[in-house]
Each structure stands twice: as C-alpha cells, then as structure tokens.
C-alpha cells in the first residue's frame, strides 16, 4: 500500500550514516509505491550536519534530492510553519523553527512524518523510526 512521507534530518541523518535507525528509513525509500518529500529547510541542516561531521555534503544532497522531492518554501509554508511552531511551544520549549517547517509540509502534502526526533513525539502523523 502505497504512503507518503516526509523526511526530517534526524531520519536523514541516520541514514547517510548507515545506522540501525537509518535501515528502517532505507525500507520506506526502497519501497518504490511510496512517495517521499523533503523540506528544503531540511535539506540545509542535513548539508550542514554532514559538513560539520567531515562527511560529503554534495554526496548528502545528491541522496535526499536523488529520494524524495524537495518542496521549496514559499509564504503560504512559512505562515504555516510559523503558527504550528507558536501553538508548539507552548508545551515543547524546544521545538526548533525548522521542525514546525517538517510538520508544515507534512500536512500540505497529506504525508507523515518519518523522524526519530522526540521533539515529534505525540504529533498522530508521526512515524517514530527509534
């Protein structure tokens, strides 16, 4: 049955570094009636990340972009993202700008969220890969 999903950096992440979290995330990408989305704000923190790590940024980008489709942010996300992340941190404090853009186009695109971030812990759409 095919699913929709939108990865976030810590799934991203995991899976450029081959972890035991990283092959769950390998299953819903090899899975090929699955359809796979990426935040463009996601896409800089995984470059970033992989940078800092001393890994292969454009290696890094050629995976996400090679796997899934970047949705680029525009106004209507970024409104969106900003009043998810308010209504968020009223009781996750730390709920980080770039996740509220994750939760932003999930639900613009109907998908759910494959993370390992406990930040998405308690959010229906959430498919935890811990």
């Known amino acids: 049955m095919s ?4 990865v976030d ?7 450029l570094i081959g972890s035991e979290q990283g092959a769950k995330v390998k299953t819903v990408l090899e899975d090929e009636s699955n359809e796979v989305f990426t935040c463009a704000v996601t896409v800089a923190e995984v470059v970033s990340k ?3 790590e001393g890994r292969n940024a454009d290696e890094a980008f050629e995976v ?6 970047i949705v680029d942010v525009d ?7 900003g009043l998810l992340h308010a209504d968020a941190r009223k009781t996750k404090k ?16 109907d998908s759910k969220i494959l993370t390992g971030d406990p930040h998405f812990e308690g959010f229906r759409n959430a498919v935890q890969i811990k």
């Open 3 to 6: 699913e929709r999903y939108v």
């Open 9 to 15: 950096a810590y799934a991203w992440v995991e899976y």
């Open 50 to 52: 992989t940078l800092r």
């Open 64 to 69: 996400l972009s090679g796997n899934s489709v």
């Open 75 to 81: 106004g209507e996300i970024s409104r969106d993202a």
């Open 94 to 109: 730390d709920f980080g700008l770039s996740d509220a853009y994750v939760l932003a186009v999930s639900r613009m695109t």
